[in-house]
């Protein structure tokens, strides 16, 4: 039995969130005052993603002094540039930058932009792309991208468009190698935040040990179910979790596998059956892992592929 990425890497899990919002630009809180608020509730990093605009003076806020030996910070934005299909600038979360990153030119495009934050560094993420109405076409444009927003708290608590996988799961059947990371894009104006959050797997908690792993896809994304456990023998995929009501596996097609109950913590399935089916004239190269409980809350590994087994 082989255990798979990232439940195979050293190192532990630390729970962080990526897409916060301050007084910086257009959040309620002071950032001392949002990042006490995610240490208290037992997260060990987090970042500050205020608009990268000139409307807020280009902030990229400088959070290390907040940082200790059981929590820390990543340095980043959240960064703009015209233009969506929906005629609206690009929303793109860009974690790793410095804090000299130069302002958008006015004819910047969004993959421009995206390629000078992976030019220094950045794990760069394509933000709500259901909030943003985001087409494949939007999708194929940032080729850089390392990952897609594929749940979004703050969007789904306030216009119910929080959801992502409907472009991530087009993009990888399109090839493209990316992973899948949620966040609360938490403003604190509402209830829109500590509801989705990315389990880093590392060796420390320092942050560019931690970008290095989100770089790398050793994450998972939670709603509140752990994943404890993912492994392949031959043809059949186990998985070990906290109590849930339902653990699939998906793929590029609409064959899926799983087993439902109450309270399961495991299943062990058979992937052959993502290959057979009615009518089904072409196989997936990838397939993924969703788990829901009782509530309703999710968890999901990142895209598997099977030619990096």
């Not at 993420?125 to 080729?143: N, V």
């Amino acid at each position: 039995m082989t255990m798979l990425s990232p439940f195979s890497q050293p190192g532990r899990f630390w729970r962080g969130n990526l897409h916060t919002h301050s007084t910086l630009s257009d959040g309620a809180l002071a950032p001392e005052a949002v990042i006490n608020a995610y240490k208290d509730a037992g997260y060990d990093f987090m970042m500050l993603s205020d608009h990268f605009i000139e409307h807020y003076n280009w902030p990229v806020a400088d959070t290390r002094h907040l940082r200790s030996n059981n929590f820390t910070t990543i340095i980043g934005s959240e960064v703009h540039a015209p233009v969506t299909s929906a005629g609206e600038h690009w929303h793109i979360v860009a974690a790793g930058l410095p804090l000299d990153f130069a302002p958008c030119e006015k004819k910047e495009t969004g993959e421009e932009l995206a390629r000078r934050a992976v030019d220094v560094g950045a794990f760069v993420g394509i933000a709500h792309p259901a909030w943003s109405q985001l087409t494949i076409e939007d999708g194929r444009a940032i080729e850089c991208a390392h990952a897609v927003e594929v749940y979004n708290h703050g969007c789904a608590v306030e216009n119910d468009r929080g959801d992502g996988w409907y472009l991530m799961d087009q993009l990888l059947n399109e090839g493209r190698r990316l992973t899948a990371f949620a966040t609360d894009d938490a403003h604190f104006k509402s209830h829109d935040y500590f509801g989705g959050w990315v389990q880093v797997k590392a060796q420390s908690l320092d942050p560019d040990a931690l970008l290095e792993s989100l770089k790398k896809g050793h994450y998972y994304s939670s709603q509140g179910p752990v994943l404890n456990e993912v492994s392949l023998s031959r043809d059949e995929l186990t998985i070990e979790c906290s109590p849930v009501d339902t653990i699939v596996v998906l793929c590029g097609n609409s064959r899926t596998v799983g087993r439902i109950g109450r309270s399961i913590t495991g299943a062990t399935l058979d992937l052959n059956k993502l290959k057979k089916g009615w009518l089904l004239t072409k196989e997936s190269p990838w397939f993924r892992v969703s788990v829901i409980d009782n509530n309703g809350k999710r968890a999901w590994t990142n895209p598997i592929w099977y030619d990096e087994l």
